[in-house]
């Protein structure tokens, strides 16, 4: 090869690397400018199975302090979950309690780093001195039980949203996950619940639900709702769990978003469908279980149960390119206005695409969004900006705010 195109092809590699490289360094900067707000990070039942210090650097979870100041994030929703067993235990508010005080725990702990966030209106005066503000998320309804009353008192505690229902249909509201849909979307309980959640200002969450219970849920409220970790079906036909693009504009139409989840069995197709038939599997597992405790034989061991699935339902490879185009298509069908992120961190175990491993690669996701020609304006909106106004809204609708 004559040398002149080596040198041209030198010179070519050499832009190209600078141009890489000016827009990492544009994209992080725009990422400590910006407001983030990511709307599902897991860390509460992660402590409460393991207590870990996140406000040093913990490389087991992906959620900690020095990678949140690295990645920018400034607004990190802690979910406060509640699993299906301890709604039958009768133990779930008792856990959702116990989550909240882990969070307590961990700005008791680092004054310094953490603060609790419970309205928008604080959040430029908590964010001072480099704090990463953590608000409350509550992902199933279930701790509620029936007792309406206890909206007010997870409110009091600094619950911000709800989502009703999580992977089986409970007294609220049919689930995605569950094949028995029994009150064909909302329950009558459910509804009230949307009532109250829009009186004392609680954001109405719709992940997780059945078509029936998500369109209901936009309709009955006053206020806009939420999709606090969703993806978008476009791209994973026949998966319940992520929303059509009727539900999608429907939340738009009420001036809601929807955040774009992270996680690998959500914008992957195979994955989704492999997550889909997992929890077919499980409730199936737990069904045989509860067969052979009624006739006194030996049970099945979980553990032996998820090792094979795991085994035989390898997780696919999948790129940072699978959210990129998630939000993408998301703008275009139903606006920038509507539009976020909800990466569903350590909810996930560990399923998630190259680049978004953690809080600390926000800035390669605004890299790649930048790469397809948006803006710092619109990112500012998706990043977090969207996510406030409907908070903010949701706020302002409240019977306590007026008062």
Do not use: C
Not at 41 to 64: A, C, H, M, N, V
Not at 154 to 173: D, E, M, P, Q, W
Not at 273 to 285: C, T
């Amino acid at each position: 090869m004559p040398i002149r195109h080596v040198t041209a092809l030198a010179l070519l590699f050499a832009m190209e690397n600078v141009l890489a490289a000016g827009s990492t360094a544009t994209a992080r900067q725009l990422a400590q400018e910006a407001l983030i707000v990511d709307t599902h990070i897991d860390s509460p039942s992660e402590l409460q199975g393991q207590w870990k210090d996140l406000g040093k650097l913990t490389s087991s979870r992906e959620f900690d302090y020095p990678r949140a100041r690295e990645g920018g994030l400034d607004v990190a929703f802690m979910s406060i979950y509640t699993s299906p067993e301890e709604d039958r235990l009768g133990t779930a508010r008792q856990v959702a309690h116990q989550q909240i005080e882990s969070v307590e725990a961990m700005v008791g702990r680092h004054p310094d780093k953490f603060a609790l966030l419970t309205s928008p209106g604080d959040l430029e005066r908590l964010r001072a001195g480099n704090h990463v503000l953590l608000a409350l998320g509550m992902e199933n309804g279930a701790p509620l039980v029936d007792d309406l009353s206890q909206l007010a008192q997870f409110h009091a505690r600094g619950v911000r949203y709800i989502t009703l229902a999580h992977s089986t249909s409970n007294r609220l509201s049919d689930s995605s996950y569950d094949s028995n849909h029994q009150w064909q979307g909302l329950s009558p309980f459910g509804k009230e619940v949307v009532g109250e959640m829009n009186r004392l200002g609680i954001m109405v969450d719709v992940s997780h639900l059945s078509d029936a219970a998500t369109a209901q849920a936009v309709a009955l409220s006053r206020v806009p709702v939420i999709a606090s970790h969703s993806g978008l079906r476009h791209f994973t036909p026949g998966f319940e769990r992520n929303l059509s693009d009727e539900l999608a504009k429907a939340i738009a139409a009420k001036g809601g978003v929807v955040q774009i989840v992270f996680g690998t069995g959500f914008v992957n197709p195979q994955a989704a469908a492999d997550l889909q038939a997992k929890f077919v599997a499980n409730a199936a597992f737990h069904a045989r279980n509860a067969t052979a405790t009624q006739a006194g034989k030996p049970l099945e061991d979980k553990d032996a149960f998820d090792a094979e699935w795991n085994r035989t339902h390898p997780t696919p490879r999948t790129s940072i390119d699978a959210v990129v185009d998630q939000i993408d298509y998301g703008v275009k069908l139903i606006g920038i206005d509507h539009i976020g992120i909800g990466s569903d961190f350590d909810g996930v175990g560990g399923k998630l695409p190259e680049g978004l491993r953690n809080v600390a690669d926000y800035p390669n996701l605004i890299a790649a969004l930048q790469a397809r020609g948006y803006k710092d304006d619109d990112l500012k909106k998706i990043l977090g900006g969207n996510l406030l106004r409907v908070w903010s809204t949701v706020e302002a609708g409240s019977e306590q705010h007026k008062h």
